[in-house]
């Protein structure tokens, strides 16, 4: 057993977005530690190849839901509650990114990605935070560094992981002291090996080499920084937005 996972066990971990990539990566991680887990996805045929998979890890249920719908939200928790008996950590991870140039970007398709990535959140905070409160837990949102840099035409994405971050600080004073929330906004990180075929992608030398910490980030560093902030002994550590990006927010680029 590790440093960061000797609080964890028996506790259970909800994390939302998790048939696929940092997600799928998170819930190996928290069952790894002996905590339960229970994720919900949209994609229910990957979403139960993935709870097949992670089985063989420990405790694991999975439950098709969209994070978006306010029901299907309330009733995955309550199922989360009858199987478990109880909630620990909320780790708010699904996301959908869209690219589109401004002009062409419609009220609809911005919507959706609000929908997804910010009110997603706020339902799942909303509706495990009696619990939570209950158990002293935490909630961990899954940003981005998006949230304060930009590409062009990722106008929506960026709002939403901007207002993600903004909503953490909000639930760590409105739920605090009883719960801890923080989020992590990590750079780029390779999950090819987490998608469909889970071929690694070919990243080049360049890819690795522009960023201060020499490489591409995996989603085993958000998870090992997941396992952190759920560990109870850190309960100084709330309200935050960690970077995790391998220095490149703090690299400058003119040219
Ligand atoms: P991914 O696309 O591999 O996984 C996202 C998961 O969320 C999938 O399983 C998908 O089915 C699920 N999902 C999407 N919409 C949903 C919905 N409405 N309801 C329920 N589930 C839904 O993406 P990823 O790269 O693993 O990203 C995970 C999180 O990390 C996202 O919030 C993303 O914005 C964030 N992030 C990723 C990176 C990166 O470089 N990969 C960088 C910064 C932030």
Redesign the pocket.
Known sequence: MGFFDMNVQDRVVFI?????????ALAAAFLDTGARVAF????GQ?GRAAEWELATRGNVRFIE????DEVAVALAVEQVLDRFGRLDVLIN?????LRKPLRELSLAEWQRVLD??LT?AFLCARACAGELMRRKGVIIN?????AVMSEADTES?AAS?GGLVALTHALAVSLGPDVRVNSI???????SV??PGGFQEKLSEADHRQHPAGRV?V?ADVARLALFLADPSNNFLTGQNLTLDGGMTRKMIYQ
Not at 19 to 24: E, L, P, S
Not at 142 to 146: L, P, Q, V, W
Not at 185 to 191: C, H, L, R, T, Y
């Open positions: 939302t977005g998790a048939a696929w990539g940092i997600g799928q919900i996805d949209r994609d990957a839901a969209d994070v978006s991870n699904a996301g959908l990114c997804v990535n997603g899954i940003a981005s560094t998006r994405y992981k906004s990590p750079g780029w990180i390779d999950v987490w998608r980030g989603p």
